[in-house]
């Protein structure tokens, strides 16, 4: 099966800033998504994202399908984007079933 | 409208003891999933359902877990004999169908599952 490498696995930032969030497949997807896992462990759905760039609000993301990775970007970061963000992605064939990574912990300090 | 909804959200039970959890998909969804997270991991996936029928169980540790989904729409999760290693947060998925363009997947609040 396909492997997915998130990276930061943790972030600490402090209120304003921006990052970056990174995610590696090893193999091609043709499904790919963006979850915050808040701290009552709700995944929140930020974006479907299988090709290209979406923007929605402070947050942005990109997939470049053919390097096999996509990117989530957090401007102006608040406290409330604290958490951990997932990235997961379905092969071709695999009935979408999603590969998650690891996750990336971020602490939003004010 | 709703979204995918479980119950109960919290179990917890004895070692040996059978559990069912239940997921309630968004309405239309034909596509139910469901995953298990342990601590400071990402979801892994257990079984997938189209309308009624599993399509692919692959994810299932063992024979002491099962899921229905009878009526193509709500979906039970059971687990017999309970260890303590099955221990987790159990998320249920929905999206409206395999093969479509936007297969996006919602999840529910998961049910967390402790085995003492």
């Known amino acids: 099966g396909i492997q997915v490498e998130q990276s930061p696995p943790d972030l600490i930032l402090q209120e304003g800033a921006n990052s970056t969030l990174r995610c590696n497949f090893s193999d091609s997807v043709n499904n790919l998504q963006w979850f915050h896992q808040n701290p009552w462990g709700q995944l929140i759905n930020l974006f479907y994202i299988p090709s290209g760039t979406k923007q929605n609000g402070r947050l942005s993301a990109t997939t470049v399908a053919t390097e096999r990775y996509s990117l989530l970007y957090i401007s102006s970061s608040q406290t409330t984007d604290s958490g951990v963000y997932f990235c997961a992605g379905a092969i071709s064939g695999g009935y979408n079933k999603l590969i998650f990574g690891a996750g990336t912990r971020l602490a939003v300090h004010p | ?116």
């Not at chain 2, 039970?13 to 239940?22: C, N, Q």
């Not at chain 2, 709500?74 to 987790?88: F, H, N, P, Y």
């Not at chain 2, 998320?91 to 169908?97: E, G, K, N």
């Open chain 2, 1 to 116: 409208g709703a979204g995918v909804s479980q119950t109960p959200s919290n179990k917890v039970t004895e070692k040996g003891k059978y559990v069912e959890l239940r997921c309630d998909p968004i309405s239309g969804h034909t596509a139910l999933y469901w995953y298990r997270q342990s601590l400071g991991q990402g979801p892994e996936f257990l079984i997938y359902f189209q309308g009624t029928g599993a399509a692919d169980d692959s994810g299932l540790p063992n024979d002491r877990f099962f899921a229905v989904r009878p009526e193509g729409s709500v979906s039970t999760l059971k687990i017999q004999r309970t260890e303590r290693g099955d221990s987790a947060v159990y998320l249920c998925a929905s999206s409206p169908m395999v093969g479509q363009t936007n297969n996006e997947q919602f999840f529910g609040p998961g049910t967390r599952l402790t085995v003492l």
